[in-house]
């Protein structure tokens, strides 16, 4: 169930022919799933109204910002502290950082004292746990160690099906206790990983202070999971490119959102094997990778939820996904299959090019 853009900055360079592929997407007018390059520009659209768009890398991935309001310098100093405040969330949930809480907590299995962001987020986790009956795991991190141990190197090496039932016995997140601002594993060797869930805490984080600090109009998207409030400088809704998981621009739907919140999880990011069996999403229940599915993309009410039930779905069958969308309240989600399938959960919408 994991998804390794992570909170860390794993990701290998960008080379220039992908940075001109992905610039092109800046022309459509409307914001993609994809990875965005780095850029900062300031618009102004009338009298009354600036757009202020900027992008960093953080998380592990890009990061971009789209504000629109009528003070330029107001919106650059939003734009400012909102990527500050991504910086500090980053150095609390992050696995990667040995000083950080997560870390601290696989090192020990026991941690007190714990950050209250921390724990709103393993909290929320295992509520999704609890919802996917056991598809969306935090506890995967022995598999995904496996993988990296066995998998990661240039020398190819089969994983047996003993290591991996052997991890497996470490993978369940019905053992991990919260009292308090204290976590405890429940088994010795367990070990977290918020990678699923935490950049959509992050991203829903931001928005809430772009909007405090009156930033009403916003786009926030962090590789994929994507928040918006407000509308576009014209006062019309904001326009998302589903991600193409083939990487060839056919984007299987536009959709238009205000308020709203989507995150995508595909098969298309990273590899541990050359044969691309093993990728960055596990299934907690078998230990290997879904095979079924390319992309799942998840509407919900924040983003948080969004990124959880997204890498739920991908873990799940094409059917059983949409139907588990089906039966909870404001959520909708677009399954592209492996043969290229696309299936609709009732309320999906869209919007033409």
Not at 30 to 55: D, Y
Not at 140 to 147: N, Q, R, T
Not at 256 to 263: F, H, L, P, Q, S
Not at 296 to 311: G, H, R
Request: hydrophobic share 40%; aromatic share 6%.
């Amino acid at each position: 169930m994991k998804r390794m853009d992570d909170l860390s900055c794993r990701s290998g360079s960008m080379n220039r022919r992908s940075f001109l592929k992905l610039s092109g997407l800046l022309g459509l007018g409307v914001s993609t799933a994809g990875i965005m390059p780095a850029t900062a520009t300031a618009v102004k659209f009338n009298r009354k109204m600036v757009k202020v768009s900027e992008s960093r890398l953080a998380m592990g991935t890009f990061v971009s910002m789209t504000l629109i309001h009528s003070s330029r310098d107001e919106a650059e100093n939003a734009m400012g502290l909102a990527f500050e405040e991504i910086d500090r969330l980053t150095g609390l949930l992050s696995r990667f950082d040995q000083t950080a809480a997560v870390a601290q907590l696989n090192k020990e299995g026991y941690l007190k004292d714990i950050p209250p962001e921390m724990i709103r987020v393993v909290a929320r986790a295992l509520q999704h746990h609890k919802l996917s009956h056991g598809a969306f795991d935090i506890t995967v991190k022995p598999v995904v160690d496996l993988f990296v141990e066995k998998l990661g190197g240039e020398k190819k090496i089969d994983l047996t099906e003993k290591e991996i039932a052997r991890v497996l016995d470490l993978v369940d997140a019905g053992k991990v206790h919260i009292e308090g601002r204290s976590i405890r594993f429940l088994k010795p060797g367990m070990g977290m990983t918020l990678d699923g869930i935490a950049k959509g805490y992050v991203v829903d984080s931001v928005s809430q202070l772009l909007s405090q600090h009156n930033i009403g109009n916003h786009l926030i998207n962090a590789g994929g999971d994507i928040r918006t409030r407000g509308t576009k400088a014209d006062e019309r809704p904001w326009r998302i490119a589903i991600e193409d998981p083939a990487k060839k621009k056919n984007y299987p739907d536009i959709i238009e959102m205000r308020d709203g919140a989507v995150a995508t999880s595909g098969n298309y990011e990273i590899y541990f094997d050359r044969e691309k069996m093993f990728h960055h999403i596990v299934d907690p229940r078998s230990g290997l990778s879904p095979e079924l599915n390319a992309g799942v993309s998840v509407i919900a009410d924040n983003t948080m939820d969004a990124d959880a039930l997204s890498t739920s779905v991908f873990v799940m069958t094409p059917t059983d996904g949409v139907s588990f969308i089906n039966a909870l309240p404001n959520s909708e989600c677009l399954v592209i299959t492996k043969e290229g399938t696309l299936l609709k959960s009732t309320g999906w919408k869209t919007a033409a090019i």
